[in-house]
């Protein structure tokens, strides 16, 4: 048993170093309660409904969300938005489909199993409108940065008046968040620039958050379920071990030496 | 097996048995004798069974659905991540699995260095470990590439760009590692390919590391020759499956808290962006299982040097039981080796450490000085001590010392004088 003690100690230095060694520039990002951290950890449903409001009002004109399908925003786990909801945001949407009969391509309102519509027809497109940079795909940014979520609210909130001696190019704001602090994106949200369906105050604060909350849920759509079953499966482990522990007991303790 | 007689009782298994002996070798197996002293330092190799047939049931599962293809890779990995059913537990369960089956290879190689298992009459079973370790890395490193992120494609150019190291036909070997003139499609798809077969290579090197190992039995923290079987030894049905069953459970839930809790703790946030050319990213870095290799590679000046200095830090492992001039394997009856023991480890952690760090400044002293002892352990430390280290002698069998008695044999002794004279 001491060895396991020790063992336990050392795994746990080494993956504590090594850990933090990933995020050695580590800055103080803006800290907030994220409810689903922690072994329970759960979306707010409301936050998820706001942040896509967010998320297609604000975000949506630039950035991309290719890897989502409208029919996930109904699904079990997400913002859980009902079936006549789900099939109605869809429906505001226009994609194009064909080659019909004639061989002519044709618009037509979005189905639930349509992807997100791209914001630009491509990469250029989207270089060509934003001054040379390209607005990332939302899908899985969340988990494409080192800070994740706590990265994305702060840098949300993170823009400033450069410090003096700092000039800055046409285009490019100052950020204190963003690696190197300056960005092509200007500042996305200001407070009261949307309204809320459910009457939630629209702070920039409140924004961030629940966009926020938003993107952790599109990187990671199945967020719930793994942390439901996770505690299932490692309650499960616990309870075989001690069983399986004292079987062993047992057995050993048949022979002169100890386990 | 030879001195195996074994006779099953029914006829149909025994008109078996005559033609393929099956049921001898499934004797075999349970009634193996093992030291009776094992610690838990010994489940390792169980658990590494077990970590293989993961990272095959789990990686045959992700090839049903991967696509390998430069445009579609990445975006076939966010359908299982999203659209396949459990895909997002099948792929982290690969994904975590890699790191764990590493952490264990770890645990079970320097335990192997402590108790001395590589030394005679064991050097065979040690070196086809030292070769499965080696397609481990190649496995894992392809692996990293499948995802298409920009680790995977920015990894994939500084690694095989090593080889452009060797003199004259460098260049032409990475063009043909390539299959082209960059990390592009064909490299992906080769790397898939090779990525698919390694571990099936890895299976049939277990089996003969498994072979060798049962010839002359295992090892034990005592590192003494045994008699088997016999009052030291137990059979490994059941003490030793109950007791590695119970080794494995415990590792299983660290690997599911990884898995369930954190499972991107270990990767790399920079492989959740597609892979672009174009674009470097700010550090290039491998998983975290194959930064003391890359800080020695980046430790020395020198391409070729660097790239010849992680090969043979690699490669002096298959000649330790050569280099260790020691006739006492456990390092317990061993002071002096112990202590350069620990100190081995902690210049591993901290060369993995620097490689997780830029390589400038006071990180990369530090990692030259952490690869210069790393060779000096095993070129001059262990070659010498080998001859001037004075041993605690070592007690005659395993029962002596499981019994509480002194694993010191003159106390032993003395001990037994002091109780006839009384």
């Not at chain 2, 032409?172 to 698919?196: A, C, K, M, Q």
């Amino acid at each position: 048993m001491k060895n396991l003690i020790k063992l336990s100690y050392i795994l746990s230095f080494f993956f504590l170093s090594t850990a933090s060694s990933f995020s050695a520039e580590k800055v103080d990002y803006l800290k907030t309660d994220w409810s689903f951290k922690g072994l329970f950890g759960k979306f707010d449903r409301g936050s998820l409904q706001r942040g896509y409001q967010v998320y297609t009002e604000v975000c949506a004109s630039c950035h991309s969300m290719k890897y989502l399908s409208y029919r996930n925003l109904g699904e079990k786990g997400g913002p859980e938005f009902s079936e006549a909801e789900t099939k109605a945001i869809a429906a505001s949407f226009e994609v194009i489909d064909g080659p019909n009969a004639d061989g002519e391509m044709f618009t037509r309102p979005a189905k639930l199993s349509d992807k997100f519509v791209m914001p630009y027809e491509n990469v250029k497109a989207a270089q060509a409108a934003n001054g040379g940079a390209y607005p990332p795909d939302m899908s899985v940014l969340v988990k494409a940065r080192g800070g994740g979520v706590d990265y994305i609210y702060s840098l949300l909130q993170g823009y400033e008046d450069a410090p003096s001696g700092m000039a800055l190019d046409d285009g490019v704001h100052y950020n204190k968040y963003m690696y190197g602090n300056k960005i092509k994106m200007s500042a996305p949200l200001s407070d009261g620039l949307i309204e809320y369906g459910d009457g939630t105050e629209a702070t920039v604060e409140q924004m961030s958050k629940d966009v926020t909350t938003f993107l952790m849920w599109a990187a990671e759509p199945h967020l719930e379920a793994r942390h439901q079953m996770g505690f299932k499966a490692i309650l499960y482990l616990i309870i075989l071990t001690v069983l399986v522990y004292f079987s062993m007991k047992k057995i050993w303790s048949r022979v002169e030496s100890e386990v | 097996m030879s001195d195996h007689d074994y006779t099953p009782t029914s006829k149909v298994g025994k008109w078996f048995n005559d033609r393929l002996p099956l049921l001898t070798l499934a004797n075999h197996l349970t009634d193996y004798p093992t030291p009776k002293n094992l610690n838990y330092w010994w489940t390792f190799g169980g658990i590494l069974t077990f970590c293989l047939i993961t990272q095959i049931v789990t990686g045959l599962t992700l090839a049903m659905h991967y696509i390998a293809h430069a445009d579609m890779a990445f975006e076939s990995v966010e359908h299982i991540m999203r659209d396949v059913n459990y895909g997002w537990l099948i792929r982290y369960i690969h994904a975590n699995g890699a790191s764990m089956f590493f952490l264990a290879v770890y645990i079970h190689i320097f335990r192997s260095l402590f108790y001395g298992s590589y030394k005679s009459p064991r050097e065979i079973i040690w070196i086809i470990g030292i070769i499965i370790y080696l397609l481990m890395m190649a496995a894992a490193f392809m692996g990293y590439v499948l995802p298409w992120g920009q680790m995977s494609f920015w990894g994939a150019t500084v690694i095989t760009n090593l080889f452009s190291a060797i003199p004259l036909v460098g260049e032409g070997i990475v063009t043909w590692l390539w299959g082209g003139y960059s990390v592009d499609n064909p490299t992906l798809t080769r790397f898939f390919t090779l990525h698919y077969l390694i571990p099936f290579l890895i299976l049939g090197l277990v089996v003969l590391h498994i072979w060798a190992l049962h010839v002359p039995g295992n090892n034990n923290p005592v590192g003494i020759d045994i008699k088997k079987p016999s009052k030291d030894t137990v059979p490994f049905h059941p003490y030793i499956v109950i007791k590695d069953g119970f080794a494995l459970l415990m590792f299983m839930i660290v690997f599911a808290f990884f898995v369930f809790y954190s499972p991107n703790i270990l990767g790399h946030a920079d492989n959740y962006i597609e892979a672009n050319p174009m674009v470097t990213p700010a550090h290039i870095v491998p998983e975290w299982y194959l930064l003391p290799f890359y800080a020695i590679l980046r430790s020395v000046p020198d391409k070729l040097l660097g790239v010849v200095a992680m090969l043979s830090a690699i490669l002096i492992l298959a000649v330790l039981p050569w280099l260790d001039t020691s006739k006492i394997r456990s390092a317990v009856f061993r002071p002096l080796y112990k202590q350069f023991y620990w100190i081995l480890v902690a210049d591993v952690l901290i060369l993995g450490y620097m490689g997780a760090m830029p390589a400038e400044g006071l990180y990369l002293l530090i990692a030259r000085v952490a690869t210069a002892y790393y060779f000096l352990h095993f070129l001059v430390i262990l070659p010498v001590l080998g001859f001037k280290e004075k041993t605690i002698p070592v007690p005659l069998s395993i029962t002596e010392s499981v019994m509480g008695g002194s694993p010191n044999l003159a106390t032993a002794r003395n001990k037994e004088s002091f109780e006839k004279s009384k």
